[in-house]
């Protein structure tokens, strides 16, 4: 069974912990998100309630109310009966209830990827470099990261844009998603990312240890998959 090189080994970890903080990360803009939505939703439900409860007081005192004004009375009463419609086609339009839903069950997923990820980071240090192993357990784990990334509903600007203000005050060199580089303040340095692509770790079983070391002697933020595709293809 092949070996893998200790630096290679340290690379995949390396790239693993960065997906943790990245799952994290979604976990907190997703967990914003479902209470930003929900708490739409439920303002235009009890915004709804109330206009027709009023309504429903309102005609039954119609009988009180002289016949001089019962007709600018009643077109008081069918105007709030008619907003409070139009707020249910806005609510129904925009789904904010479908939102809030979508939004949970993305953060239980990214909390779980967070999770498994951080527990495969330790039975990779615990399995003695034995390189299928550590491949497939990469393979399995980005490749999960990148679909979630795919599935997971659309997280609101302002929020990407609080969150990253949040981070900047308080955990500035914690690796970040890269939906918030497109929020990033001017002044701010764009911050290195590992490329993580599954698809390109087909040939890495063929590394020698030359190839590894030379590959492995820039910095580990610069370090991308293809690397070691490139140098397997010069060597070849």
């Not at 981070?167 to 890269?178: A, C, D, E, I, V």
């Given at each position: ?202 040939n890495t079983s063929t590394i020698n240890n030359s190839n590894i070391l030379t590959s492995t002697s820039t910095p580990a933020s610069r370090i991308t998959i293809n690397n070691y595709d490139s140098s397997n293809n010069d060597n070849l």
């Amino acid at each position: 069974m092949s070996e893998l090189n200790k630096r290679t080994k340290e690379f995949y970890i390396e790239t693993l912990e960065q997906l943790i903080d990245k799952s994290e990360c979604y976990v907190y803009l997703h967990n914003q998100s479902h209470n930003y939505y929900l708490l739409v939703n439920v303002f235009f439900n009890l915004t709804i309630i109330v206009l027709l409860v009023f309504c429903g007081l309102a005609i039954l005192t119609f009988s009180k109310i002289g016949k001089e004004s019962q007709i600018g009375y009643l077109s008081f009463l069918a105007g709030l009966i008619i907003f409070s419609a139009f707020l249910k086609i806005i609510q129904c339009i925009y789904k904010y209830q479908e939102l809030s839903e979508f939004h949970r069950i993305s953060l239980s997923e990214w909390r779980k990827l967070s999770r498994d990820t951080n527990d495969i980071i330790v039975k990779i240090r615990a399995c003695d470099n034995r390189y299928e192993m550590i491949e497939f357990y990469f393979t399995f784990y980005s490749g999960s990261y990148n679909r979630m990334e795919e599935i997971s509903p659309k997280i609101p600007d302002n929020i990407i844009v609080s969150f990253n203000i949040f981070m900047n005050s308080f955990h500035k060199k914690t690796t970040r998603p890269k939906i918030c580089r497109a929020f990033k303040e001017e002044d701010e340095e764009d911050e290195p990312e590992t490329t993580i692509s599954s698809n390109n770790l087909s040939n890495t079983s063929t590394i020698n240890n030359s190839n590894i070391l030379t590959s492995t002697s820039t910095p580990a933020s610069r370090i991308t998959i293809n690397n070691y595709d490139s140098s397997n293809n010069d060597n070849l």
